[in-house]
T-cell receptor, first 112, second 120 residues
Framework: GENVEQHPSTLSVQEGDSAVIKCTYSDSASNYFPWYKQELGKGPQLIIDIRSNVGEKKDQRIAVTLNKTAKHFSLHITETQPEDSAVYFCAATQAAGNKLTFGGGTRVLVKP | GAVVSQHPSRVICKSGTSVKIECRSLDFQATTMFWYRQFPKQSLMLMATSNEGSKATYEQGVEKDKFLINHASLTLSTLTVTSAHPEDSSFYIC????????????????FGPGTRLTVL
């Protein structure tokens, strides 16, 4: 089955700096890669996703890149703000509606 | 759009009792819903996949007789934790799959806010 590894497990950045989270996956058949943000005591919120037919996608301060050859994808947050502090999870699946395999999560702390 | 709700948000019960958690898709029809549990500072662990009108598919190691799942309509799935014990205390989260989008044959999962279960 699919295995997703996520690094780093914790990330502390100064407000205004960029944050980068990296994930690798094992199943070359995976073609859908969402990213979720989870705040304390809440459910995960989809923030961006990418499908295998594109290499990069951007939405304001958030961007995701995908390298299918190397089987890794990354989340980039620019101009970080304190409200970006949360746990971020990457996931992978063969199709968007199928079972998601999650990474272990990255706890991001943005220091004012 | 694509809002998923859960009820209750928090429940405390005595050991041996059963607890039902509801998951609703508020503004879309969800042919498939997923149930997860999450322990503190850990990732989400898929428990089962629930398809409307059919039996749920459980992940390996998840007791189907203990975690009863019913998906009777396109907007509602329920998870019942039967004879709950302290080790069942956890954060239970559901997600719902939206319909097909853009003719691409792909769709997206949206998560509910979670239910914190504490078994005394």
């Amino acid at each position: 089955g699919e295995n997703v590894e996520q690094h780093p497990s914790t990330l502390s950045v100064q407000e205004g700096d960029s944050a980068v989270i990296k994930c690798t996956y094992s199943d070359s058949a995976s073609n859908y890669f969402p990213w979720y943000k989870q705040e304390l005591g809440k459910g995960p919120q989809l923030i961006i996703d990418i499908r295998s037919n594109v290499g990069e996608k951007k939405d304001q301060r958030i961007a995701v890149t995908l390298n299918k050859t190397a089987k890794h994808f990354s989340l980039h947050i620019t101009e970080t703000q304190p409200e970006d502090s949360a746990v971020y999870f990457c996931a992978a699946t063969q199709a968007a509606g199928n079972k998601l395999t999650f990474g272990g999560g990255t706890r991001v702390l943005v220091k004012p | 759009g694509a809002v998923v709700s859960q009820h209750p948000s928090r429940v405390i019960c005595k050991s041996g009792t059963s607890v039902k958690i509801e998951c609703r898709s508020l503004d879309f029809q969800a042919t498939t819903m997923f149930w997860y549990r999450q322990f503190p500072k850990q990732s989400l662990m898929l428990m089962a996949t629930s398809n409307e009108g059919s039996k749920a598919t459980y992940e390996q190691g998840v007791e189907k007789d203990k975690f009863l799942i019913n998906h009777a309509s396109l907007t509602l799935s329920t998870l019942t934790v039967t004879s709950a014990h302290p080790e069942d205390s956890s954060f239970y989260i559901c997600s719902a799959r939206t319909g097909l989008a853009g003719g691409q044959g792909t769709d997206t999962q949206y998560f509910g806010p979670g239910t914190r279960l504490t078994v005394l």
